[in-house]
């Protein structure tokens, strides 16, 4: 997959365009659906498919109190829609400037840069100045400016619009079941690891130390069963969000990762985990040594949901 941080003119290089448009934070089952639908009609008209998003969520620039958790950063997004077949991404930064951009001229701007011969988008997608353009105007106006439009339906979980929002809500309560359902694929973070305290090292439970940003969506504390991702292998693997409580002084929350059968250095590193279920809730032990024989137990009761697990 082609990836550009900044707006460049693809019409010579992408003659025969498919342009998929939205945010697709997470990337969930309802994202999916527009671009698999973006991916076939590039591939029926012997073109490419193209996804235009920001790197930044608008409200982060609009209204940074109004910003939503985000589910997933750009890592994330760039792995789900290169897994789904997208060919390029155009995935700038979102400015003041460009909120104040006319629906029309945000069409002119498609037409200039891409050419596109399809527009796919979901229901609910606007855009331009103060989210003016709607549906209806891509539908009415798209032969005007050379490309058709096509609005996929929105996907329906247990009656109800599969949604961003709907997604964090599951994350941030700890439904992390309905979460991977409507995502279609378990909860993942992909992000470098940073170094820590290395005091799992000391205990004997190495771990890859991933900071949890600012604007994240995040299941709440506990010890996880997960699967890790480094390179092109996969690893079971425990992860605990939390702040270490057992432990005095004051800690930031953060994810700790012990992989398991793994022993490298990958401080700065890109790792991904993906969490499969949750195994207990964070608890403060009254010793070390509590802990230690907590952490052995928790990896034995983590065996059998491994095991379900394929490829682990």
Same mark, same amino acid.
């Given at each position: 997959?082609?990836?550009?941080?900044? =707006?460049?003119?693809?019409?010579?290089?992408?003659?025969?365009?498919?342009?998929?448009? *939205?945010?697709?934070?997470?990337?969930?089952?309802?994202?999916?659906?527009?671009?698999?639908? @973006?991916?076939?009609?590039?591939?029926?008209?012997?073109?490419? #498919?193209?996804?235009?998003?920001?790197?930044?969520?608008?409200?982060?620039?609009? @209204?940074?109190?109004?910003?939503?958790?985000?589910?997933?950063?750009?890592?994330?997004?760039?792995?789900?829609?290169? @897994?789904?077949?997208?060919?390029?991404?155009?995935?700038?930064?979102?400015?003041?400037?460009? #909120?104040?951009? #006319?629906?029309?001229?945000?069409?002119?701007?498609?037409?200039?840069?891409?050419?596109?011969?399809?527009?796919?988008?979901?229901?609910?997608?606007?855009?331009?100045?103060?989210?003016?353009?709607?549906?209806?105007?891509?539908?009415? @106006?798209?032969?005007?400016?050379?490309?058709?439009?096509?609005?996929?339906?929105?996907?329906?979980?247990?009656?109800?619009?599969?949604?961003?929002?709907?997604?964090?809500?599951?994350?941030?309560?700890?439904? =992390?079941?309905?979460? %991977?359902?409507?995502?279609?694929? /378990?909860?993942?973070?992909?992000?470098?690891?940073?170094? *820590?305290?290395?005091?799992?090292?000391?205990? *004997?439970?190495?771990?890859?130390?991933?900071?949890?940003?600012?604007?994240?969506?995040?299941?709440?504390?506990?010890?996880?069963?997960?699967?890790?991702?480094?390179?092109?292998?996969?690893?079971?693997?425990?992860?605990?969000?939390?702040?270490?409580?057992?432990?005095?002084?004051?800690?930031?929350?953060?994810?700790?990762? %012990?992989?398991?059968?793994? %022993?490298?250095?990958?401080?700065?590193?890109?790792?991904?985990?993906?969490?499969?279920?949750?195994?207990? /809730?964070?608890?403060?032990?009254?010793?070390?040594?509590?802990?230690?024989?907590?952490?052995?137990?928790?990896?034995?009761?983590?065996?059998?949901?491994?095991?379900?697990?394929? #490829?682990?």
């Amino acid at each position: 997959m082609e990836i550009y941080n900044k =707006l460049a003119d693809l019409r010579r290089t992408y003659p025969l365009l498919v342009v998929a448009l *939205g945010m697709f934070d997470g990337v969930h089952i309802g994202h999916q659906s527009i671009i698999r639908r @973006a991916v076939e009609l590039a591939k029926n008209i012997r073109g490419k #498919s193209l996804v235009f998003t920001f790197s930044n969520h608008p409200l982060s620039v609009l @209204a940074p109190d109004r910003m939503p958790p985000q589910i997933g950063n750009n890592f994330l997004r760039q792995y789900r829609l290169e @897994a789904l077949g997208v060919d390029v991404l155009m995935n700038i930064p979102f400015t003041k400037a460009f #909120s104040q951009v #006319s629906p029309e001229d945000f069409l002119l701007l498609l037409q200039a840069h891409f050419a596109p011969r399809y527009v796919v988008t979901g229901a609910n997608y606007t855009f331009g100045e103060r989210g003016r353009g709607t549906q209806r105007l891509l539908l009415r @106006a798209g032969a005007d400016y050379g490309f058709e439009a096509e609005i996929c339906p929105t996907v329906l979980q247990s009656g109800k619009p599969v949604s961003s929002t709907r997604v964090r809500e599951c994350i941030q309560t700890g439904d =992390l079941a309905s979460a %991977n359902t409507f995502l279609g694929y /378990p909860l993942t973070i992909i992000d470098r690891v940073q170094h *820590g305290d290395k005091r799992g090292r000391q205990l *004997g439970f190495p771990t890859a130390n991933l900071a949890v940003g600012e604007h994240r969506a995040i299941l709440p504390s506990g010890v996880y069963v997960a699967k890790a991702i480094y390179g092109s292998r996969e690893y079971a693997a425990l992860a605990n969000i939390g702040k270490n409580p057992t432990f005095e002084g004051k800690r930031a929350l953060r994810i700790e990762v %012990n992989i398991q059968d793994f %022993n490298r250095n990958i401080y700065d590193q890109m790792l991904t985990v993906q969490f499969l279920q949750l195994l207990r /809730p964070e608890k403060k032990f009254s010793s070390v040594e509590q802990l230690i024989k907590q952490m052995y137990k928790d990896r034995e009761v983590a065996k059998n949901i491994w095991l379900k697990h394929e #490829s682990l």
